[in-house]
């Protein structure tokens, strides 16, 4: 038998009293307003009623973007949206980060050509655990930045992350369609560039694709409904997705007139490089917010690589260094751009963001031993920390190391491919310990070969290493 319909109780939306509006006393008014910091950093597309927003603003709000544990970790790509939130932090905004377990199962067609294949649930669980890790380390790390960097604007509140399965598979599809379905006209969904895109599309869209933007819809109502939550950010590619929760909230709020000041937008651009690639990928593979999956030296790399044409907008998204003072840097990095000034600041600033100190000091230290030249600083247990989970790092006893000519080791542990090979290489000048070619071919390996008695760096011609560390 049918339940009856659940009509929104008309004192359901009330905001709890735990989320009710607080004024902000500093901070708002300290320095640029939020809007304008925002844009002065590249961090919007685009805005629903920028007056309305700019005026909203000036008490304490709930903010909330979400993301689909589509991966197992953040990437690059999700720094944008995650950057957005953190300067509504800073300035005391309450802070949701929504976890998709549910709308993961459905799949968002913005932005894709092609439907996604459906991802089995188990995949979708254990990506949501490892999401909500990286996500609270994201914001305790980046807390961290921001209280060096920008100590007079930040009084940080609530951060939360909340999953939609929550609240979604409870749903009964029923009162789901009667009560929701009810608010979503067919013809403006059909309207989304979502939509659009796919039904130009050759293989056009399953119903379980098109009914993702209700769940999102829904997703903004509940939060509002529970948490008083007036704002989602984005990147523009959500700007329907988001407008549907807008909607619907105005639909069902509809009779709630002078306490319902609306909800807003806010999109974030979504990055292509200025060689028009997708922003966050490095050969092909996405840059990792994870030092297990991308290492502190890959990550550092990644943005040290960064175009000159590229560079001052990362400055501005990517870092909380005050807009001006990046103004200044990109204007000395324009007098000699072959010192890469601004992009060793970017991938300084940004390694610490993500990575703290530890992380930065380990991305150096490795980039020292890999593509520097003064060894003279370099401590074998820093080398060996730094270089921990990468390949090319290789423990080893004594007896595979000391009393070995050179050669032979570089045969045996693969960085020459046989013994003979090893020695022309030498004999060459190309076979380097320590940075300083070696080629005496009967040179055996001793103690006081290595670094701190513990580590050989060897490397074969310009740019192939092999770090070996006594266990
Ligand atoms: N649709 C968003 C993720 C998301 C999911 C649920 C939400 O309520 C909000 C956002 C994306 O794919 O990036």
Not at 295 to 317: C, G, H, W
Not at 405 to 419: E, H, Q, V, W
Not at 438 to 455: C, M, T, W
């Amino acid at each position: 038998m049918l339940k009856p319909v659940r009509r929104w109780p008309s004192t359901a939306h009330r905001i709890p009293l735990r989320w009710k509006v607080i004024p902000l006393t500093r901070n708002l008014h300290s320095g640029r307003d939020l809007l304008s910091e925002l844009s002065a950093r590249q961090l919007i597309a685009d805005v629903t009623r920028p007056d309305d927003f700019a005026k909203h603003l000036q008490k304490s709000r709930t903010i909330y973007a979400g993301i689909d544990p589509t991966a197992k970790s953040l990437h690059a790509g999700h720094l944008i949206p995650l950057l957005c939130l953190l300067h509504f932090r800073m300035r005391g905004h309450n802070t949701l980060a929504l976890i998709g377990g549910a709308t993961g199962l459905v799949g968002d067609p913005s932005g894709r050509m092609m439907e996604r294949s459906l991802s089995e649930k188990a995949q979708i669980e254990s990506n949501t655990v490892k999401l909500t890790h990286s996500i609270q380390q994201f914001f305790s790390r980046a807390t961290e930045y921001a209280l060096d960097k920008a100590p007079s604007l930040a009084t940080f509140s609530q951060l939360q992350v909340v999953n939609n399965i929550d609240w979604l598979k409870e749903l009964n599809l029923l009162d789901f369609l009667r009560s929701t379905g009810i608010h979503f006209r067919v013809n403006h969904m059909l309207a989304r560039d979502s939509v659009k895109l796919r039904m130009s599309a050759h293989n056009g869209i399953t119903f379980t694709e098109f009914t993702y933007q209700l769940l999102q819809g829904y997703d903004f109502y509940e939060l509002f409904r529970t948490m008083g939550c007036t704002i989602q950010v984005g990147g523009s590619d959500q700007w329907g997705n988001i407008l549907s929760g807008i909607d619907l909230i105005n639909k069902v709020e509809g009779d709630c007139a002078g306490y319902n000041e609306g909800c807003f937008a806010l999109t974030t651009p979504l990055l292509t490089t200025s060689q028009g690639e997708k922003f966050g990928k490095s050969a092909g593979n996405a840059v990792w917010l994870d030092e297990k999956l991308t290492s502190y030296l890959d990550f550092y790399q990644f943005f040290l690589r960064t175009t000159d044409a590229d560079v001052e907008k990362y400055l501005k998204m990517f870092t909380l260094l005050p807009v001006e003072e990046i103004d200044d840097v990109v204007r000395e990095h324009g007098i000699q751009p072959e010192r890469r000034l601004a992009q060793k600041l970017l991938a300084k600033e940004v390694t610490l963001l993500i990575h703290g100190k530890e992380g930065l000091e380990a991305a150096r230290v490795a980039t020292n031993v890999l593509f520097g030249t003064d060894y003279s600083t370099l401590h074998a247990k820093d080398i060996v920390k730094s270089l921990a989970n990468d390949p090319r790092l290789v423990l080893c006893t004594e007896d595979e190391l000391l009393g070995i000519t050179l050669p032979n080791i570089a045969a045996k542990f693969g960085l020459a491919s046989s013994k003979s090979a090893a020695r022309q290489l030498a004999l060459g000048n190309g076979l380097y310990l320590n940075n300083v070619p070696q080629p005496d071919v009967h040179l055996k390996l001793e103690r006081s070969h290595l670094i701190d008695g513990q580590v050989a760096i060897l490397r074969a011609g310009k740019d192939t290493h092999l770090i070996l560390a006594l266990r």
